[in-house]
């Protein structure tokens, strides 16, 4: 008499194997990744800032039409000082500093401190930052925080 169990286990170890099976070309390959500087056409350059360190990002618009880029407006702040902002335009650097992307003219982002007082449904109140008015990246900063310090996928 046999026992059911590793009958009951083959389904689960077929697809394991075959989970497996179709992993390993993929593994097998390997992608040389190019930095965006080195790229003969560009979709972004970037131009740092010897004092400041904060580069001036330039996307094409074929790149931003890719990483479909999304912006608002700086508020001033409901309690009359300070600033509010999306939640989603906020970034953390390595450091804990808050920071966001502006957008100066067309195409071209530049990454600015924040001073956070509070976050509360999504809604960022800060002391420091761009003034009320200025246009901030909220959808597609992180990718923009990446193409900066030369990260790629």
């Known amino acids: 008499m046999t026992s059911q169990k590793p009958l009951r286990r083959l389904p ?8 497996l099976a179709f992993s390993l070309p993929a593994c097998a390959q390997t992608a040389a990744v190019t930095p965006v500087s080195a790229v003969g056409n560009q979709p972004a350059t970037v131009e740092k800032n010897a004092s400041t360190g904060i580069a001036k990002l330039t996307v094409t618009g074929r790149a931003l039409e890719r990483l479909g880029l999304q912006t608002d407006t700086v508020k001033p702040a ?6 509010a902002l999306p939640y989603s335009a906020l970034l953390y650097d390595a450091n804990g500093k808050t920071w966001v992307y502006t957008s100066p003219s067309p ?26 008015g200025t246009t901030i990246v909220t959808v597609g900063a992180a990718e923009l925080f990446g193409t900066e310090f030369g990260t790629a996928k």
């Open 12 to 19: 689960l170890a077929a697809a394991v194997c075959a989970a």
């Open 78 to 83: 409901p309690s009359g000082t300070g600033i």
């Open 107 to 132: 195409g071209a982002f530049e990454r600015q401190e924040v001073g956070v007082v509070r976050v509360e449904g999504g809604v960022v109140t800060a002391t420091a930052g761009p003034p009320a």
